[in-house]
């Protein structure tokens, strides 16, 4: 069982940066693949980020390649989204996941634990 919760979220204008984080409980931190997703009003949840657990690996979703990047500690169990250059488009709640696959995947229905989410909001 893991349990995470997400925080860094604020209002922030366009073309500033934010850093999130997700602090998960547990000692198995370091055996899941972490994701990060969002959820705009009216939309699905989709899939941003991802880090795998073994090798470090990291995915993105195409728009935001270039501006994000996701990271973890496993020392501190926590796995960080460095967001730069955010754009009013990526205003949305952001939720953390974690995941025990061998490979990573981005469908949010493959993820077996998630965060209450933190609210993101860029101003144009």
């Known amino acids: 069982q893991v349990y995470l919760v997400e925080s860094g979220g604020r209002l922030v204008q366009a073309g500033g940066s934010l850093r999130l984080s997700c602090a998960a409980t547990?000692?198995?931190?370091?055996?899941?693949?972490m994701g990060w997703f969002r959820q705009a009003p009216g939309k699905e949840r989709e899939f941003v980020a991802a880090i795998s657990r073994s090798t470090g690996n990291t995915y993105y979703v195409d728009s935001v390649k270039g501006r994000f990047t996701i990271s973890r500690d496993n020392a501190k169990n926590t796995v960080y989204l460095q967001m730069n250059s955010l754009k009013p488009e990526d205003t949305a709640v952001y939720y953390c996941?974690?995941?025990?696959?061998?490979?990573?995947?981005?469908?949010?229905?493959?993820?077996?634990?998630w965060g209450p989410g933190t609210q993101v909001t860029v101003s144009s």
């Open positions: 996941a974690a995941q025990k696959r061998v490979v990573v995947t981005t469908r949010p229905h493959e993820y077996e634990y």
């Open positions: 547990g000692r198995t931190f370091s055996t899941y693949n």
